[in-house]
C-alpha cells in the first residue's frame, strides 16, 4: 500500500511540473502573438521606440517618488485605464498583421488539400500512403503556422530563438503523446499491425478497429489469460483505446499480420492403465479426418514464409500426436493448424468428435477416461498397513481401494 502511495504521488507530482511547463509555455507564445514588444520582439519602428522611451520615462519618475507613498484609488484607476488602452492600441497596431497570418493559413488550407489529393492519386494502395500524407500535411501546417507567426511577431531571428524555448517546454511536457506520435510514425512504417489485425498489445488483445496519432481502438476480444466475462478468443463488444508509446515500450503480438493462421493444441486425459498405442492412433485419425485437408495450403503458406526467412521450412502438412506424463494420468496433445479467429470452433468440433468416438463399445476397457483419484489405505489396531500383513503371510491380495 506504502508503495502504491508513493507512485501515486510521483506519478502526481510529474504531471504537476508537465503542467506547469506547459502552462509557461502557452503564455509566452499568448504573449509572442498579441504583445510581441513585451516579448522582447520589438522592430526598430518609431512607435514602439516612443513606446519604449515613454516606459523608460514613467519608470524614472517612479523612481524619483517616495516608495512609501500609497497611490490614491484614482490614480490606480487611471492607471487600469491606460494598461487597457495600451492593450487595444497594440492589438490596433497587430490587426493588419494578424489578417495577413489568417489569409496565410486560409491560403495553407487550400494548397495541404490539394497535395493531399494529388498524393493519394500517385501512391494509390500503398501500405505507407496514409503515412505520407499525414506527415505531408504536419509539415505543411507547420511551415504555414511559422510564416504566420513570423507575419505578426516581425522578427524572424527573435521568433526563431522564442518558438525554441516554447518547443524545449512543450518537449518536456508533452512526452506521451509525442511518444506516442513516434509509436504511430513506427508503425506507418514498419507495419506492425494494420486495422482489421487481431493482436495483443499489452494488456489489450482484439481486432484492430480505427489507428490515430496517438491512440489505437480494438474491438476487445476475450482469452483464458485476461480477467472478464468472455474466456474465449470471441468479440466482448467492447471497444479498447491504448496509447501508441505501447508499441515502444512494450511487446506487439500480431496473429493475423503475415500469416493469418497459428497452432493450437487440444490435450486428452487418459488412465495411465490404457492402451496408449491404441488412444494414440484413434485420436490421429479423428484429427486428420476433421483437419487433414484444411491444413494442406497454410501448411504450404507458412513454409514459403519460413524459408524466404532462412528457417526450418519442415511444416507437417497433418496433425500430430504427442503424449506426456502428468500426475496420475496421461495427456496425449494434437497439435494442428487452424485460423487464427477459428480455434474456439475447431477445438469444439474436435472434442466433440473425440467423445463420440472413445465412448463406442470398442474402447471400453482399452481407452479409459481419467477421473480424479485417491488412494485408502487400511491399518489394523497395531498400527501394521493391512497390505503389510497379507503381504507377510505370502498373500498377494490387495486392501487398497481406489475411489
Sequence with gaps: MRGSAVKGAQ????????????????????????????????????????????????????AATDTTEVLSSKDATYEAIGALQGLWESFLYNLPKMLIALGTLVLAWVLIRLINYILKRVLGRWQSSSAIISLVSIAGWLLAAGVAISVVAGDIRA??????????????????????????????????????????????????????FL??????????????????????????TFPNNEILTGSV??????????????????????????????LEIIAEKLLGSYMVEPTRAYASLLKSAGLDDNVPDQPQVFISMDDSWTNITIRYLVGARERRKWKSELTLRITEELNKPEYRNKIIPVYPRQQVQFIDPNGVPVEARFMDKGSSEKAQASL
Design 215 to 240: 491512440n489505437t481502438t480494438v474491438w476487445e476480444i476475450g482469452a483464458p489469460y485476461q480477467s472478464g466475462f468472455v474466456q474465449a478468443e470471441q468479440p466482448t463488444g467492447r471497444l479498447v
Design 159 to 212: 521568433l526563431v530563438g522564442s518558438l525554441g524555448l516554447i518547443g524545449l517546454a512543450l518537449s518536456w511536457s508533452l512526452q506521451t503523446p509525442i511518444e506516442s506520435f513516434t509509436g504511430w510514425l513506427m508503425n506507418s512504417f514498419k507495419g506492425y499491425y494494420r486495422v482489421g489485425d487481431r493482436i495483443r498489445v499489452g494488456e489489450v488483445f482484439g481486432d484492430v478497429y480505427r489507428i490515430d
Design 11 to 62: 506519478k502526481r507530482l510529474k504531471s504537476f511540473r508537465q503542467a506547469s511547463i506547459l502552462a509557461v509555455a502557452i503564455t509566452g507564445f499568448i504573449m509572442l502573438l498579441f504583445a510581441p514588444s513585451e516579448a522582447g520582439l520589438a522592430q526598430d519602428d518609431p512607435v514602439a521606440v516612443d513606446s519604449v522611451a515613454l516606459a523608460e520615462e514613467d519608470l524614472a519618475a517612479t
Design 253 to 282: 503480438i500480431n496473429l493475423t499480420g503475415d500469416f493469418p493462421y497459428v497452432w493450437d493444441e487440444l490435450s486428452v486425459g487418459v488412465a495411465n492403465e490404457s492402451d496408449m498405442k491404441l488412444a494414440m492412433k484413434v
